[in-house]
Antibody, heavy 123, light 109 residues
Framework: QLQLQESGPGLVKPSETLSLTCTVSGGSISSSSYYWGWIRQPPGKGLEWIGSIYYSGSTYYNPSLKSRVTISVDTSKNQFSLKLSSVTAADTAVYYC???????????????WGQGTMVTVSS | EIVLTQSPGTLSLSPGERATLSCRASQSVSSSYLAWYQQKPGQAPRLLIYGASSRATGIPDRFSGSGSGTDFTLTISRLEPEDFAVYYCQQYGSSQRYTFGQGTKLEIK
C-alpha cells in the first residue's frame, strides 16, 4: 500500500527558505502513471495547490507561487522535495504531499495524500 | 485560471437528511477532471469522487457526483454522523494546473 510522508522543519524564519521532503513508500516514484504534488492549507482556510513534478523532472507550478517555488525529485531515494523561498507569515500552513494520476479515469485527482506537516513562519 | 466557487459556505443538516453541495466553475471544466474531497479536522483530504461522478475506492454509495460544464454537484443521499466534515471540489486544467474550491462545511443541525 503506497504511503507518503512529509518531513522538514516546523519553524522557518521570515525571508528564509522553507524546505520539505516527501518520502514515498510501498511503491515507486518512477512510475509513468503519476505526478507528485505539494498542496498547502493555511490554518482555518482552504487548499492551495503549490506545484507538481513528474518522475522525469518535469515541473508544473501554481502561477501565483512560481517565482518562489522549486520542486525536485530524487528517484534513487524515492523522494520529492519542495523549496519555497522568501517566506512570510502568509506561508504558514499545513503542507501536504499527494499523488495525482497522469492518465485514465482518475486523471487529475489526488488519490493518495501524506498526513501533512505544519510549518510556521516566525522569527 | 479557472476559479471554483462552492456553495453554500456552510450547510446545517441532521443525520438522515440529504445533502446537496454545489461547485461552479468560472469557465467550462472537462467533466473528466473534476474531483471532490472530504476533510475532517486534523486529517488530510480524502478523495471521494473523480471524473465528476465516479466514486473512489471504498467510498459508500450514498455519495454521488454529477454535473458538467460549469456546474457540478456532490450529493450525500442520507447523512451519517461521520459525514459531517468540509468538502472541496477540485479541477485539473490545461498546463497541468490544479485549482480547489474554497470548501463547504457540512455541520450537524
Amino acid at each position: 500500500q503506497l504511503q507518503l510522508q512529509e518531513s522538514g522543519p516546523g519553524l522557518v524564519k521570515p525571508s528564509e527558505t522553507l524546505s520539505l521532503t516527501c518520502t514515498v513508500s510501498g511503491g515507486s516514484i518512477s512510475s509513468s502513471s503519476y505526478y507528485w504534488g505539494w498542496i498547502r492549507q493555511p490554518p482555518g482556510k482552504g487548499l492551495e495547490w503549490i506545484g507538481s513534478i513528474y518522475y522525469s523532472g518535469s515541473t508544473y507550478y501554481n502561477p501565483s507561487l512560481k517565482s518562489r517555488v522549486t520542486i525536485s525529485v530524487d528517484t534513487s531515494k524515492n523522494q520529492f522535495s519542495l523549496k519555497l523561498s522568501s517566506v512570510t507569515a502568509a506561508d504558514t500552513a499545513v503542507y501536504y504531499c499527494a499523488r495525482s494520476t497522469v492518465t485514465g479515469a482518475r486523471k487529475g485527482a489526488f488519490d493518495i495524500w501524506g498526513q501533512g506537516t505544519m510549518v510556521t513562519v516566525s522569527s | 485560471e479557472i476559479v471554483l466557487t462552492q456553495s453554500p459556505g456552510t450547510l446545517s443538516l441532521s443525520p438522515g437528511e440529504r445533502a446537496t453541495l454545489s461547485c461552479r466553475a468560472s469557465q467550462s471544466v472537462s467533466s473528466s477532471y473534476l474531483a471532490w474531497y472530504q476533510q475532517k479536522p486534523g486529517q488530510a483530504p480524502r478523495l471521494l469522487i473523480y471524473g465528476a461522478s465516479s466514486r473512489a475506492t471504498g467510498i459508500p454509495d450514498r455519495f454521488s457526483g454529477s454535473g458538467s460544464g460549469t456546474d457540478f454537484t456532490l450529493t450525500i443521499s442520507r447523512l451519517e454522523p461521520e459525514d459531517f466534515a468540509v468538502y472541496y471540489c477540485q479541477q485539473y486544467g490545461s498546463s497541468q494546473r490544479y485549482t480547489f474550491g474554497q470548501g463547504t462545511k457540512l455541520e450537524i443541525k
